[in-house]
């Protein structure tokens, strides 16, 4: 996010000062909200039931009311239908109390989202208007509803509209139809939101039969509720219905919202506390069963029956977190993996997501990309969705040219839901990414009232900040920037680290800071004393202090290896190596060194060099070993991931060869890793193309080797290299089999080694729950930079008691100590991976080989998911039809059908498609293009994996200690 702090007139500021008698700090949050003028300024800050305007400024309000006064004196009964969100519910609240109260006859109904969706039921209808032809209201609903008011037209009940909603090009045939928004009402304030519409009916109706404002305002507490939960802007008179109706909630006599307020430690309810936490809790109920729940609860009389409903209700609200959680986290992957996060309008799509929950992710994804958002759920052959927008961009405005898209649509500038036809999506969106966003500049902005020191929050602030109150859309909470604030601990917490808590302090007193949404913005889960730049609003300003941070930056951590590191003491010795970087140079280094030496070129050089493998397997060995050492990226090129070149880059050999006209000239030097692997493998098609190329071009190229068989230097001269550089080192450990007997050194090892990262995690929970009270590190290469920093750390420190690593650490489990007992607890795929593990300086380490025979053929078939061959794919698009069929649904078929046992890998099948000439986007995928003459290179860099497994893993990993021993401890043993 970019901050930009606002400025303002200081004559002016000094202006309000003298004219109102504020503070310099209360004129310029007025000044920001655009309250220039003492005069409006001063009715703002004061905001009186004077500021209500005459209801029957509201086109139709004269009929609604001429309708419902017949309903009372004919006693025909009146039904309210309402929407099943908070506005709707308290809309039908305020009108069936009002009217019970005052001698009505009321019915209410308000439909299941789930079952019966948006709008008005003519099923309903038809069963009102069958038992007694009365009056029907609708209450934040009704602008759109055309079938069924023409059905209620049909029986002969009348229909009064009250709704707040866009109106499109024509209006129902209602009797009357209340909505501010009609281009024929000339009422002065148009954002009312649903209920408050609803109100200004009640107050009509009260006006003309004479009852008295003080008999009726109690029911500004639902008004309040449903005003601050449908975001409109709290500005005009809705200021005062909000400020009035939660005065009036402070000392609720309502045994279900009493209730709901203490279940939430609400004790002075204030306009954040209802928009965050008691509107999410209320819209639970509808938006996973029931809105009726919610419903009985305001009305609720018994306070035993209305404690059951607020437990019903969080156990809503915990339902649907978890459902909304996961939508989210499904979300954000596709939108990081396809770059969606470019377009001018998000657009996700997933099959039976919960449509109760998509609008909260959808306004997640806003608070996250800065930009309007659109989640469709598609199920049973109905795609429905809800889209919520940033306040540059009306939606309205925006999609009303691609109007012929939808079967069902309404909403505000804001927020909108909408159905549409799934075989109509991929083409909407297509239209939609060439909409032109009415907006300049950029999405991703924080606008900043002031910048200001938090030692400047003091009384006299948090009174300034009181009369602001209530804040929302419209009047924003005023937002504050305070640079290099201490923390005494930063932590992140909630589902999936999601969110950010800190302590700082402020005046002496220890202040909670908490940021929701912001856990990815951290490196690792724990700070301490750790200084930041925040973007805050202040919190309970009538409580204990506390800061809502919207947005942070800590300062970038520079990594250099700590003083007495192994990094400094290896490069002393190579001051002849690193003198000597040119092509034709042949370097043979044991497999420490040659880390140290890979660290150097990346960290202590400009140099541009791509270190070239012979396949994955060996490739990300090397390349997870050295981010051990390193902050910053590095990049890795291979079949998926071809867009990371670099300035020191690690990639695959067929990913080069494809690619080498191209970068050819981007890199000073191409370094060969691990050359007697190329020996092996020289009869090999792909090798032998690659070393004929390395010949005619020696120049370009280093070679650096760990193992170095008797003829590997021949080989390398007849290429054109020279030996420059020589060092190989005796291993000390010992090597024992335990396979199959896990539990009998559980105790023992302070060590155990994965190279399988989905059983690492397992066997994490699995050692946590044995060893309680005792501390567990865990290390891997998909851990972030700073979070591998604070793991070494600690081991430097000798915390831990166990480590739980992957092989891939460049020696780790040596900074545990000298007297180490280490488990390989499964198969790792190459030697190296071993060898990393039992390099160390020590001399009583004791390695424990726990995989066995099982463990070696579940990573050969784990290899096949990874690197699927052509047979499969020809078979897989012979069998499936996948013509114009939606990636996920692709991708769920390939696991249906038993194609892939881990459905994260069903993705590199996508890979494969597009190098076939598939066309592949998150609507749809057409093989209509496919050419199976083509190789992809996923495939290509298979032959070199199966290669190397069958030639060197397998016969390594099936041997008895004694020759695994042997393979590793031997630098002239390759096989």
């Given at each position: 996010m970019r901050w930009i702090v606002k400025q303002v007139d200081q004559q002016q500021v000094r202006l309000l000062c003298d004219q109102l008698q504020i503070s310099p700090f209360l004129a310029r949050l007025l000044i920001n909200r655009g309250l220039k003028e003492p005069q409006v300024a001063y009715k703002f800050l004061n905001p009186t039931v004077g500021d209500l305007h005459d209801p029957m400024g509201l086109t139709d309000m004269d009929r609604a009311v001429s309708l419902l006064l017949q309903a009372r004196t004919h006693r025909l009964p009146v039904l309210i239908y309402g929407d099943y969100d908070v506005d709707g519910i308290t809309g039908v609240a305020v009108l069936k109390e009002f009217l019970d109260r005052f001698g009505w006859e009321t019915e209410y109904y308000i439909p299941k989202r789930m079952d019966e969706g948006y709008g008005i039921q003519p099923a309903?209808?038809?069963?009102?208007?069958?038992?007694?032809k009365g009056v029907i209201v609708t209450v934040d609903c009704g602008i759109t509803a055309f079938e069924a008011i023409e059905y209620a037209n049909s029986f002969g009940c009348p229909v009064i509209v009250t709704d707040h909603h866009e109106i499109g090009e024509r209006l129902p045939r209602a009797a009357a139809i209340v909505d501010p928004k009609r281009s024929d009402d000339s009422y002065p304030f148009k954002d009312l939101a649903g209920v408050g519409v609803a109100f200004k009916l009640v107050c009509a109706v009260a006006e003309h039969i004479g009852i008295r404002a003080e008999e009726f305002f109690d029911l500004l507490e639902f008004v309040a509720l449903g005003t601050i939960a449908d975001m409109v802007k709290l500005v005009d008179e809705n200021r005062f219905l909000v400020k009035a109706g939660l005065q009036k909630l402070r000392d609720t006599k309502?045994?279900?919202?009493?209730?709901?307020?203490?279940?939430?430690?609400?004790?002075?309810?204030?306009?954040?506390?209802?928009?965050?936490?008691?509107?999410?809790?209320?819209?639970?109920?509808?938006?996973?069963?029931?809105?009726?729940?919610?419903?009985?609860?305001?009305?609720?009389?018994?306070?035993?029956y209305a404690?059951?409903?607020?437990?019903?209700?969080?156990?809503?609200?915990?339902?649907?977190?978890?459902?909304?959680s996961d939508i989210f986290a499904h979300a954000v992957e596709q939108i990081e993996e396809y770059g969606l996060h470019k377009d001018p309008v998000i657009v996700v799509r997933g099959r039976d997501w919960h449509v109760g929950v998509i609008g909260i992710v959808a306004t997640r994804l806003v608070h996250r990309y800065g930009r309007p958002v659109m989640v469709i759920s598609e199920a049973d052959g109905v795609a429905r969705g809800s889209a919520r927008s940033v306040p540059e961009v009306n939606l309205i405005e925006l999609l009303q040219p691609l109007s012929s898209y939808f079967k069902e649509f309404g909403g505000h500038p804001l927020a909108v839901g909408f159905s549409l036809n799934p075989d109509g999506i991929s083409n909407f969106i297509d239209s939609l990414r060439n909409c032109k966003i009415p907006v300049k500049g950029c999405f991703d902005i924080i606008e900043i009232d002031d910048e200001i020191q938090l030692e400047q929050i003091d009384e006299q602030v948090m009174r300034d900040l009181e009369l602001l109150e209530p804040f929302g859309h419209g009047n924003p909470e005023p937002v504050f920037l305070a640079r290099k604030v201490p923390t005494e601990f930063m932590r992140t917490f909630g589902q999936n680290h999601a969110n950010v808590k800190m302590l700082i302090r402020i005046n002496g007193r220890k202040v909670e800071a908490l940021g929701f949404g912001l856990g990815y913005l951290l490196d690792k889960p724990n700070y301490e004393s750790v200084?930041?730049?925040?973007?805050?609003s202040v919190r309970n300003h009538k409580g204990p202090l506390s800061l809502s941070v919207l947005d942070l930056s800590l300062p970038e951590e520079i990594y250099e290896p700590a003083e007495g590191s192994e990094i400094p003491q290896k490069l002393l010795h190579l001051d002849q190596l690193l003198t000597q970087i040119k092509g034709k140079r042949f370097y043979i280094l044991d497999i420490r060194t040659r880390n140290t030496f890979l660290y150097w070129l990346k960290e202590?050089?400009?140099?541009?060099?791509?270190?070239?493998?012979?396949?994955?397997?060996?490739?990300?060995?090397?390349?997870?070993?050295?981010?051990?050492?390193?902050?910053?990226?590095?990049?890795?090129?291979?079949?998926?991931?071809?867009?990371?070149?670099?300035?020191?880059?690690?990639?695959?050999?067929?990913?080069?060869?494809?690619?080498?006209?191209?970068?050819?000239?981007?890199?000073?030097?191409?370094?060969?890793?691990?050359?007697?692997?190329?020996?092996?493998?020289?009869?090999?098609?792909?090798?032998?193309?690659?070393?004929?190329?390395?010949?005619?071009?020696?120049?370009?190229?280093?070679?650096?080797?760990?193992?170095?068989?008797?003829?590997?230097?021949?080989?390398?001269?007849?290429?054109?290299?020279?030996?420059?550089?020589?060092?190989?080192?005796?291993?000390?450990?010992?090597?024992?089999?335990?396979?199959?007997?896990?539990?009998?050194?559980?105790?023992?090892?302070?060590?155990?080694?994965?190279?399988?990262?989905?059983?690492?995690?397992?066997?994490?929970?699995?050692?946590?729950?044995?060893?309680?009270?005792?501390?567990?590190?865990?290390?891997?290469?998909?851990?972030?930079?700073?979070?591998?920093?604070?793991?070494?750390?600690?081991?430097?420190?000798?915390?831990?008691?166990k480590l739980v690593s992957s092989t891939n650490t460049d020696g780790l489990p040596t900074l545990l100590g000298q007297d180490l007992e280490i488990a390989i607890l499964d198969a790792p795929l190459s030697l190296f991976e071993l060898l990393d593990a039992v390099s160390s300086d020590g001399d009583n380490q004791l390695f424990d080989i726990c995989f066995d025979n099982e463990s070696i053929v579940e990573r050969q078939r784990e290899l096949e998911e990874l690197f699927p061959s052509k047979e499969l794919v020809t078979q897989i698009l012979s069998i499936v039809e996948i013509d114009e069929m939606s990636q996920q649904r692709f991708l769920d078929v390939l696991v249906e059908n038993g194609y892939f046992k881990n459905p994260s890998y069903t993705k590199v099948m996508l890979n494969i498609l597009k190098d076939l000439g598939a066309f592949v986007s998150p609507e749809k995928i057409s093989v209509a293009k496919v050419d199976l003459s083509r190789i992809p290179l996923r495939i290509a860099e298979r032959e070199l994996e199966f290669a190397y497994f069958e030639k060197i893993t397998k016969p390594l990993l099936t041997q008895k200690v004694k020759g695994i021993y042997k393979a590793l401890a031997n630098v002239r043993t390759v096989i």
């Open positions: 309903v209808i038809e069963q009102f208007c069958r038992k007694s309502r045994p279900g919202l009493s209730m709901l307020f203490t279940r939430l430690c609400i004790t002075d309810p204030d306009s954040r506390d209802i928009g965050y936490r008691v509107a999410p809790k209320l819209n639970a109920a509808g938006r996973l069963d029931c809105a009726d729940d919610a419903f009985q609860l305001l009305m609720a009389q018994d306070r035993l404690e059951r409903l607020v437990e019903l209700l969080f156990e809503y609200n915990t339902t649907r977190q978890e459902i909304e200084s930041a730049d925040i973007v805050f202590k050089t400009n140099i541009r060099c791509a270190v070239i493998s012979i396949n994955n397997i060996i490739s990300s060995h090397l390349h997870q070993s050295l981010l051990r050492h390193v902050q910053s990226k590095i990049s890795y090129v291979n079949s998926l991931n071809r867009n990371a070149i670099d300035r020191f880059t690690f990639m695959t050999l067929a990913t080069f060869m494809r690619e080498k006209e191209k970068i050819i000239d981007q890199y000073d030097i191409f370094l060969i890793n691990e050359l007697s692997l190329f020996k092996v493998f020289e009869d090999q098609p792909q090798v032998e193309d690659f070393l004929e190329f390395v010949s005619r071009n020696v120049h370009k190229f280093m070679a650096m080797s760990v193992k170095n068989p008797d003829d590997l230097f021949s080989f390398a001269a007849k290429l054109g290299f020279e030996v420059s550089y020589e060092r190989s080192l005796k291993l000390n450990y010992g090597l024992a089999d335990i396979s199959g007997d896990l539990d009998s050194i559980l105790n023992d090892a302070a060590c155990f080694l994965f190279s399988d990262q989905r059983k690492l995690s397992d066997f994490y929970r699995k050692l946590k729950d044995r060893w309680k009270n005792r501390e567990i590190l865990v290390y891997s290469h998909t851990l972030k930079p700073s979070q591998r920093l604070s793991v070494v750390n600690s081991l430097r420190k000798k915390k831990p008691v």
